[in-house]
Nanobody
Framework: QVQLVESGGGLVQPGGSLTLSCAAS????????MGWYRQAPGKERELVAV???????NYADSVKDRFTISRDSAKNTVYLQMNSLQPEDTAVYYC?????????????WGQGTLVTVSL
């Protein structure tokens, strides 16, 4: 089985920074896509940033130039460096991965980590 374990959420003041990390473990043959989504209260889950095999990175327009996604393939871990955080970034952040495991390709989600941006 595959598990995604997130860490790094918390409370930060506007303009501050946080780094989220997500480690994938289990029977993993290949990670195709790995990244982050978020869900704010009363809103739908939305893409924040993902890394795709081959090095491509996709960002939501709202976080471009403020957030940076990176991946350590040797550790099956993805990071999200978040700078210049604003109250509208407050949400539960979910790690996502598209993984080829046990001859099957599946989507996996972490349990979520809360990021609160407030004075």
């Amino acid at each position: 089985q595959v598990q995604l374990v997130e860490s790094g959420g918390g409370l930060v003041q506007p303009g501050g920074s946080l780094t989220l990390s997500c480690a994938a473990s289990g029977s993993i043959s290949r990670i195709n896509v790995m990244g982050w989504y978020r869900q704010a209260p009363g809103k739908e889950r939305e893409l924040v940033a993902v890394t795709i095999n081959g090095g491509r990175r996709n960002y939501a327009d709202s976080v471009k130039d403020r957030f940076t996604i990176s991946r350590d393939s040797a550790k099956n871990t993805v990071y999200l460096q978040m700078n210049s955080l604003q109250p509208e970034d407050t949400a539960v952040y979910y790690c996502y991965a598209d993984i080829f495991s046990s001859w099957r390709r599946n989507d996996y989600w972490g349990q979520g980590t809360l990021v609160t941006v407030s004075l």
